[in-house]
């Protein structure tokens, strides 16, 4: 499934929908870099999918961006968002 870097509107109303356990850079792989920092959040990816689903994968509350292996916050309006990644990521198992 294709996707594209979705614009900060996309994500309002979005919510936890589940978790990726992976690392910081395989996301850079797959998503490039983040597209957004600050807050409670320190790296977050907003993604547009070509179905029109959007999903966010971001950490959540850490000090620091963890760059070992993480359990990832994915963010949604519904679980179709946690689908979307993992076509993203098939290697990846989600949990």
């Known amino acids: 499934m294709q996707f594209t870097n979705a614009p900060a509107d996309y994500t309002n109303n ?3 929908q589940g978790y990726i356990r992976t ?7 797959i998503f490039g870099l ?31 961006a963890p ?9 949604g309006k519904s679980k179709e968002a946690i689908d979307c990644v993992k076509d993203a990521l098939p290697l990846i198992a989600l949990m």
Request: aromatic residues 16%; glycine residues 10%.
């Open 14 to 16: 979005t919510c936890l």
């Open 23 to 29: 690392t910081y850079d395989e996301l850079v792989n």
């Open 67 to 75: 760059l070992g292996v993480y359990d990832w916050h994915i963010g």
């Open 34 to 64: 983040p597209n957004y920092m600050g807050g409670k959040v320190n790296v977050q990816w907003a993604i547009l999918f070509s179905n029109g689903v959007v999903a966010t994968i971001y950490d959540w509350k850490m000090s620091a």
